[in-house]
Protein backbone atom coordinates (compact mmCIF):
# COMPACT_ATOMS: atom_id res chain seq x y z
CA UNK A 1 0.00 0.00 0.00
CA UNK A 2 0.81 3.71 -0.51
CA UNK A 3 0.13 6.74 1.44
CA UNK A 4 0.50 10.24 1.13
CA UNK A 5 0.83 13.02 3.83
CA UNK A 6 -2.60 15.25 3.83
CA UNK A 7 -1.64 18.45 6.50
CA UNK A 8 -3.91 21.27 7.12
CA UNK A 9 -2.16 23.82 9.44
CA UNK A 10 -0.91 27.80 9.63
CA UNK A 11 2.80 27.99 9.81
CA UNK A 12 4.69 30.19 11.55
CA UNK A 13 4.08 33.50 9.14
CA UNK A 14 1.03 32.15 7.49
CA UNK A 15 -2.53 31.41 7.78
CA UNK A 16 -4.32 28.19 6.48
CA UNK A 17 -3.46 27.55 3.32
CA UNK A 18 -7.21 26.96 1.84
CA UNK A 19 -5.48 24.37 -0.66
CA UNK A 20 -3.66 22.44 2.11
CA UNK A 21 -0.25 23.10 3.65
CA UNK A 22 0.62 19.23 2.62
CA UNK A 23 -0.98 16.74 0.49
CA UNK A 24 -0.72 14.78 -2.79
CA UNK A 25 -1.29 16.00 -6.32
CA UNK A 26 -4.53 14.19 -7.33
CA UNK A 27 -6.92 14.96 -4.27
CA UNK A 28 -10.22 16.74 -4.50
CA UNK A 29 -9.33 19.47 -2.53
CA UNK A 30 -13.14 21.17 -2.02
CA UNK A 31 -14.40 17.06 -1.21
CA UNK A 32 -11.59 16.98 1.62
CA UNK A 33 -11.70 20.08 3.45
CA UNK A 34 -15.70 19.87 3.57
CA UNK A 35 -14.76 16.56 5.68
CA UNK A 36 -12.13 18.00 7.73
CA UNK A 37 -12.78 21.62 8.57
CA UNK A 38 -15.61 20.70 10.84
CA UNK A 39 -13.62 17.67 12.57
CA UNK A 40 -11.47 20.94 13.06
CA UNK A 41 -13.98 23.44 14.61
CA UNK A 42 -12.69 24.30 18.51
CA UNK A 43 -9.98 21.90 18.47
CA UNK A 44 -7.90 24.26 20.12
CA UNK A 45 -10.16 24.07 23.50
CA UNK A 46 -10.70 20.40 22.90
CA UNK A 47 -9.99 18.25 25.72
CA UNK A 48 -8.38 15.12 23.38
CA UNK A 49 -8.32 14.96 19.61
CA UNK A 50 -10.35 14.24 16.66
CA UNK A 51 -9.79 10.86 14.47
CA UNK A 52 -11.17 11.21 10.74
CA UNK A 53 -11.76 9.02 8.26
CA UNK A 54 -13.70 9.84 4.50
CA UNK A 55 -13.80 8.44 1.15
CA UNK A 56 -15.00 10.18 -2.03
CA UNK A 57 -14.80 6.59 -3.57
CA UNK A 58 -11.43 7.05 -5.01
CA UNK A 59 -9.47 8.32 -2.41
CA UNK A 60 -9.81 7.60 1.44
CA UNK A 61 -8.53 10.34 3.91
CA UNK A 62 -7.35 9.61 7.70
CA UNK A 63 -6.07 11.60 10.33
CA UNK A 64 -5.90 12.98 13.80
CA UNK A 65 -7.64 17.17 14.18
CA UNK A 66 -6.42 18.38 17.51
CA UNK A 67 -4.52 21.29 18.63
CA UNK A 68 -0.40 20.47 18.20
CA UNK A 69 0.32 20.86 21.44
CA UNK A 70 -1.57 18.56 23.21
CA UNK A 71 -0.86 16.10 20.16
CA UNK A 72 3.03 16.38 21.08
CA UNK A 73 2.54 16.31 25.08
CA UNK A 74 0.10 13.02 24.77
CA UNK A 75 1.15 11.30 21.91
CA UNK A 76 5.61 11.65 21.43
CA UNK A 77 8.11 10.31 22.53
CA UNK A 78 10.32 12.59 24.98
CA UNK A 79 12.80 13.29 22.18
CA UNK A 80 10.20 14.27 19.37
CA UNK A 81 7.97 16.53 22.06
CA UNK A 82 11.52 18.09 22.12
CA UNK A 83 11.84 18.32 18.29
CA UNK A 84 7.81 19.39 18.06
CA UNK A 85 8.45 22.18 20.40
CA UNK A 86 9.62 24.43 17.37
CA UNK A 87 6.32 24.34 15.64
CA UNK A 88 3.62 24.94 18.34
CA UNK A 89 3.10 28.15 17.43
CA UNK A 90 2.90 30.88 15.20
CA UNK A 91 4.56 34.14 15.52
CA UNK A 92 1.50 35.88 17.17
CA UNK A 93 2.31 32.87 19.66
CA UNK A 94 -0.76 31.42 18.76
CA UNK A 95 -1.43 28.10 19.36
CA UNK A 96 -1.59 25.88 16.29
CA UNK A 97 -3.66 23.49 15.70
CA UNK A 98 -3.40 20.75 12.92
CA UNK A 99 -5.08 18.68 10.96
CA UNK A 100 -2.32 15.64 10.38
CA UNK A 101 -2.99 12.85 8.52
CA UNK A 102 -2.58 10.72 4.98
CA UNK A 103 -4.15 9.97 1.70
CA UNK A 104 -4.43 6.55 0.23
CA UNK A 105 -5.97 4.51 -2.35
CA UNK A 106 -7.34 0.88 -2.39
CA UNK A 107 -8.03 -1.61 0.53
CA UNK A 108 -6.52 -1.98 4.16
CA UNK A 109 -5.53 -0.47 6.83
CA UNK A 110 -2.48 1.31 6.77
CA UNK A 111 -0.14 1.05 9.63
CA UNK A 112 0.46 4.78 10.28
CA UNK A 113 1.50 5.16 13.88
CA UNK A 114 1.74 8.65 16.08
CA UNK A 115 5.41 8.77 15.21
CA UNK A 116 4.90 8.39 11.47
CA UNK A 117 2.19 11.64 11.41
CA UNK A 118 5.19 13.40 13.16
CA UNK A 119 7.89 11.93 10.79
CA UNK A 120 5.71 12.98 7.82
CA UNK A 121 5.18 16.43 9.24
CA UNK A 122 9.16 16.80 9.96
CA UNK A 123 9.64 15.96 6.22
CA UNK A 124 7.33 17.60 4.83
CA UNK A 125 6.39 21.23 6.51
CA UNK A 126 9.24 21.48 8.81
CA UNK A 127 11.08 22.66 6.19
CA UNK A 128 8.31 25.22 5.28
CA UNK A 129 7.55 26.48 8.65
CA UNK A 130 9.19 30.13 8.38
CA UNK A 131 8.07 30.61 4.52
CA UNK A 132 6.34 34.16 4.26
CA UNK A 133 4.24 33.12 1.64
CA UNK A 134 1.59 30.61 1.64
CA UNK A 135 2.38 27.86 -0.76
CA UNK A 136 1.37 23.74 -0.88
CA UNK A 137 3.78 21.03 -0.78
CA UNK A 138 2.78 18.04 -2.74
CA UNK A 139 3.89 15.56 -1.70
CA UNK A 140 4.67 11.88 -3.25
CA UNK A 141 3.03 8.17 -2.56
CA UNK A 142 5.23 6.15 -0.36
CA UNK A 143 5.35 2.59 0.77
CA UNK A 144 3.09 1.78 4.13
CA UNK A 145 2.42 -1.91 5.82
CA UNK A 146 -0.88 -2.89 6.41
CA UNK A 147 -2.34 -3.46 9.57
CA UNK A 148 -4.18 -6.37 10.11
CA UNK A 149 -8.20 -5.68 11.09
CA UNK A 150 -11.18 -7.81 11.64
CA UNK A 151 -14.03 -6.32 9.72
CA UNK A 152 -17.10 -5.76 12.04
CA UNK A 153 -20.71 -4.04 11.82
CA UNK A 154 -21.01 -0.91 13.29
CA UNK A 155 -23.68 1.31 14.69
CA UNK A 156 -23.99 4.79 13.52
CA UNK A 157 -23.36 6.88 17.36
CA UNK A 158 -20.85 5.39 20.05
CA UNK A 159 -19.80 7.02 23.33
CA UNK A 160 -16.68 9.08 23.10
CA UNK A 161 -13.66 7.32 24.47
CA UNK A 162 -10.09 6.96 23.31
CA UNK A 163 -9.31 3.55 23.54
CA UNK A 164 -12.79 2.65 21.70
CA UNK A 165 -12.62 5.92 19.14
CA UNK A 166 -9.09 4.25 17.93
CA UNK A 167 -11.11 0.80 17.58
CA UNK A 168 -13.56 2.29 15.69
CA UNK A 169 -11.23 4.59 13.60
CA UNK A 170 -9.62 1.51 12.45
CA UNK A 171 -12.83 -0.25 11.54
CA UNK A 172 -14.08 2.79 9.66
CA UNK A 173 -10.16 2.17 7.81
CA UNK A 174 -11.39 -1.04 7.03
CA UNK A 175 -14.82 -0.48 5.96
CA UNK A 176 -14.31 2.56 4.37
CA UNK A 177 -16.75 4.68 6.66
CA UNK A 178 -16.68 8.53 6.84
CA UNK A 179 -15.61 8.93 10.78
CA UNK A 180 -15.68 11.60 13.24
CA UNK A 181 -14.56 11.04 16.56
CA UNK A 182 -14.95 13.00 20.11
CA UNK A 183 -17.76 15.18 18.51
CA UNK A 184 -18.66 17.12 21.02
CA UNK A 185 -20.87 19.74 18.73
CA UNK A 186 -24.02 18.82 16.65
CA UNK A 187 -22.95 21.06 14.13
CA UNK A 188 -19.87 18.89 13.19
CA UNK A 189 -21.92 16.03 12.55
CA UNK A 190 -24.22 17.83 10.04
CA UNK A 191 -21.32 19.91 8.54
CA UNK A 192 -19.12 17.08 8.22
CA UNK A 193 -21.95 14.28 7.05
CA UNK A 194 -20.18 11.68 8.83
CA UNK A 195 -21.80 7.99 8.82
CA UNK A 196 -20.47 7.18 12.22
CA UNK A 197 -19.40 9.51 15.04
CA UNK A 198 -18.53 8.79 18.98
CA UNK A 199 -19.69 11.54 21.03
CA UNK A 200 -20.90 12.48 24.51
CA UNK A 201 -23.97 10.85 25.66
CA UNK A 202 -26.05 14.46 25.51
CA UNK A 203 -25.18 14.93 21.76
CA UNK A 204 -26.45 11.09 21.47
CA UNK A 205 -29.42 11.71 22.52
CA UNK A 206 -29.81 15.29 20.87
CA UNK A 207 -29.04 13.62 17.84
CA UNK A 208 -31.68 10.73 17.94
CA UNK A 209 -34.32 12.70 19.11
CA UNK A 210 -33.45 14.74 15.81
CA UNK A 211 -34.04 12.01 13.68
CA UNK A 212 -37.05 11.01 15.10
CA UNK A 213 -38.50 13.84 14.23
CA UNK A 214 -37.42 13.70 10.69
CA UNK A 215 -38.81 10.49 10.37
CA UNK A 216 -42.40 10.83 8.75
CA UNK A 217 -45.44 8.98 10.23
CA UNK A 218 -46.28 5.94 8.33
CA UNK A 219 -48.87 6.31 5.77
CA UNK A 220 -52.36 4.38 5.78
CA UNK A 221 -52.51 1.60 4.10
CA UNK A 222 -55.49 0.94 1.49
CA UNK A 223 -57.30 -1.06 3.96
CA UNK A 224 -57.43 1.75 6.26
CA UNK A 225 -58.65 4.45 4.04
CA UNK A 226 -61.36 1.93 2.72
CA UNK A 227 -63.01 1.50 6.11
CA UNK A 228 -62.58 5.44 6.80
CA UNK A 229 -64.40 5.66 3.13
CA UNK A 230 -67.42 3.33 4.40
CA UNK A 231 -67.53 4.61 7.81
CA UNK A 232 -67.95 8.24 6.49
CA UNK A 233 -71.24 7.04 3.81
CA UNK A 234 -72.16 5.48 7.03
CA UNK A 235 -72.07 8.06 9.21
CA UNK A 236 -73.78 10.40 6.96
CA UNK A 237 -77.26 11.50 7.66
CA UNK A 238 -80.10 9.67 5.84
CA UNK A 239 -82.06 11.69 3.40
CA UNK A 240 -85.68 12.27 5.15
CA UNK A 241 -88.78 10.91 3.52
CA UNK A 242 -90.18 14.21 3.16
CA UNK A 243 -86.96 15.01 0.75
CA UNK A 244 -87.35 11.57 -0.83
CA UNK A 245 -90.80 12.00 -1.88
CA UNK A 246 -90.66 15.72 -3.05
CA UNK A 247 -90.87 15.05 -6.68
CA UNK A 248 -94.17 12.94 -7.13
CA UNK A 249 -95.83 15.34 -4.56
CA UNK A 250 -95.01 18.27 -7.00
CA UNK A 251 -96.49 16.00 -9.83
CA UNK A 252 -99.34 15.47 -8.01
CA UNK A 253 -100.39 18.99 -7.40
CA UNK A 254 -99.50 19.55 -11.49
CA UNK A 255 -102.03 17.19 -12.29
CA UNK A 256 -104.77 18.75 -9.72
CA UNK A 257 -104.24 22.25 -10.99
CA UNK A 258 -104.64 21.32 -14.76
CA UNK A 259 -107.53 18.91 -13.88
CA UNK A 260 -109.55 22.19 -12.21
CA UNK A 261 -108.44 24.31 -15.51
CA UNK A 262 -110.53 22.20 -17.73
CA UNK A 263 -113.49 21.59 -15.57
CA UNK A 264 -113.69 25.04 -14.69
CA UNK A 265 -113.96 25.45 -18.51
CA UNK A 266 -116.59 23.18 -19.45
CA UNK A 267 -118.34 24.61 -16.75
Known amino acids: MEIAPLIHSRTFYCDFNTNFAVRPDDLNVQWAMNKILPAMSDVDILNGVRRVVATDGKICVAGIACNFR ?95 DVEIFEQCLATQKDFCSNVDAVKIFENGKYEIITAPQSVINRLQAEAQKKTPPPSSSRQDKATEHFQGKRNQSPKSSEEKGSPIILICAAVVVILAIIFFVIS
Request: aromatic share 14%; charged share 35%.
Open 70 to 164: YFAENYLSADERTEAENYLHDERNREVKIFLGYAFKGSGVPDVSDSKLWQMFKKNLAPEWERQTVETVIAPYESCGIKSVEKKSLDKFYPSDERG
